[in-house]
């Protein structure tokens, strides 16, 4: 709805943030909790003048922000951090209410996101050039980094703190200013990450923030990608945006990395704890309604032990989520119907439900209880789907080379779980399948500042944290000079 709707005018409005200030654009839009259905606040929509405004933000302050000194980005890091910390109760009430998550979750991304920016911060002067030997004696050469220049950064509602953070810090703290085209379902957390930088110090226009409803997002996002200003790009989400992303970048020729979809294999082989093994894939199947992008989607279970562990499986199912709590949220009605639709076109095919019920009316359409499907073959959309919600599928296995085999039987390769008493078999396996992690006894979901994170296949490429995430950021010159 507009905001000409005057019933509408007690909400707040999540404004852009443009040269470090709220601007207000012409539209506004509502945001929805997929928890309650109500409208919780509205956001502006920035149209593709606006966005380029942003650019020009960004690019201005570029001249100054590329040549501060380590200290002062370090500085300014480690502030955030505090005020992110120190914010943490308003934070977290901006993701309950807009993502419906549990509290938990906005717990774990605002420990993540915190632990983030301060390993980020620790890192800003490890970035080196070298002195190479040249070929003649009287010729020196100097390789050096430098940042690549305005960022536009990408990242979607499902972890917006993780997920935000993680899209503007590596490129900021790198030398270089961000446009952040944040996600219209979690704005308010989003302008979130921008206010704590904002307080910490960070100067004006070195993030700037915008939002777009779905109609304009298409053209304002093209124009981005697009924008002479503009020289490399973040994009974190669906595997299918993810396509078109890079196919405008490459028209662009600019540089891109890309965290899209995935469909996490889950290996439980005959010798594994089947009780760690359970709680871990009930987890990583269910944590956040199952709409993370490494969440667990096929768990793949030696034939020996197969019935044993969807036993224990169910157990925990009922332990980590109580049938007598309310249904997992899901970020809106449309999500719920699709895990409905994928399980039953799997059902009509063979497959059987050993968990939940379909036909449970909950209290509202966004909600579904956890589903676990067995018998699933190849053949399923399910099989093949990100679900992105509260289904997953169980798949008998007998020998190693079948296990590989399923596991890689995907488009996706984001990451991927073993769980055996043998790590050398662990070891041994995940050196076969194709994802950017392996976890060997612990859930597909795994992600923490110090260790890289990218996928493979069509799951994306590029990294994410640690070192490698920081050096994606900056381009080599060299320089030769007569001795």
């Not at 709220?22 to 506004?28: A, I, N, P, Y």
């Not at 929509?45 to 922000?65: F, I, N, R, Y």
């Not at 799951?459 to 320089?479: C, D, H, I, P, Q």
Request: aromatic share 6%; glycine share 8%.
């Amino acid at each position: 709805m507009s905001s000409k709707d005057p019933g509408h005018s007690t909400f707040h409005t999540v404004p852009l943030f443009i040269k470090g200030a709220e601007q207000h654009s012409g539209q506004e839009f509502d945001v929805v909790s997929p928890a309650t259905g109500n409208t919780v606040h509205r956001y502006c929509s920035a149209s593709v003048e606006d966005a380029s405004t942003a650019v020009d933000a960004a690019t201005e302050a570029l001249k100054s922000w590329r040549k501060t000194p380590p200290e002062q980005r370090r500085n300014i890091f480690l502030k955030a951090a505090g005020a992110m910390e120190t914010r943490r109760s308003e934070l977290t009430q901006y993701m309950l209410d807009e993502t419906g998550c549990e509290p938990g979750w906005a717990d774990f991304n605002l420990d993540v996101s915190i632990n983030l920016i301060k390993d980020v911060a620790g890192r800003i002067s490890t970035l080196e050039g070298s002195f190479p030997s040249t070929m003649s004696t009287d010729t020196s050469a100097i390789v050096m980094l430098e940042p690549y220049g305005v960022v536009l950064a990408i990242a979607p509602w499902n972890a917006p703190y993780i997920l935000g953070t993680r899209a503007v810090v590596f490129p900021i703290a790198a030398g270089n200013t961000v446009v952040f085209k944040a996600s219209e379902l979690s704005p308010r957390a989003m302008l979130a990450i921008a206010s704590v930088f904002r307080e910490a110090g960070l100067p004006s226009g070195v993030l700037n923030v915008i939002y777009s409803e779905r109609s304009s997002a298409a053209a304002v996002t093209t124009s981005l990608i697009q924008n002479p200003h503009v020289k490399k790009i973040n994009f974190t989400g669906s595997t299918a945006v993810g396509r078109i992303v890079g196919k405008l970048a490459g028209e662009a020729l600019k540089p891109v990395v890309l965290e899209l979809g995935g469909k996490a294999p889950a290996i439980v082989w005959e010798d594994a704890d089947l009780n760690l093994a359970a709680d871990q894939c009930a987890l990583g199947s269910f944590i956040n309604s199952g709409q993370v992008c490494m969440a667990t989607e096929k768990i793949l279970v030696h034939k020996a032990v197969k019935a044993e562990f969807e036993k224990k499986l169910v157990a925990s199912i009922a332990k980590l989520f109580p049938a007598e709590n309310s249904a997992p949220a899901l970020i809106n009605a449309a999500a719920v119907q699709k895990n409905k639709n994928l399980v039953k076109e799997a059902v009509l095919m063979g497959a059987t439900i050993l968990h939940g019920n379909m036909d449970t009316k909950e209290s509202s359409e966004t909600r579904m209880r956890p589903i676990v499907v067995h018998d699933v073959t190849s053949e399923m959309d399910l099989y093949k789907t990100e679900s992105f919600g509260t289904t997953v599928s169980v798949v008998g296995i007998e020998t190693e080379e079948e296990a590989i085999r399923l596991a890689n039987d995907t488009e996706y390769g984001l990451t991927s779980a073993i769980f055996t008493s043998d790590l050398g078999r662990g070891l041994r396996m995940a050196r076969e399948i194709e994802t950017g992690a392996v976890h060997i006894n612990n859930m597909t979901i795994h992600d923490e500042s110090a260790l890289p994170h990218g996928g493979a296949k069509a799951s994306g490429y590029g990294r994410f944290n640690a070192s490698r995430g920081l050096s994606e950021w900056v381009r080599s010159k060299t320089v030769t000079f007569k001795n």
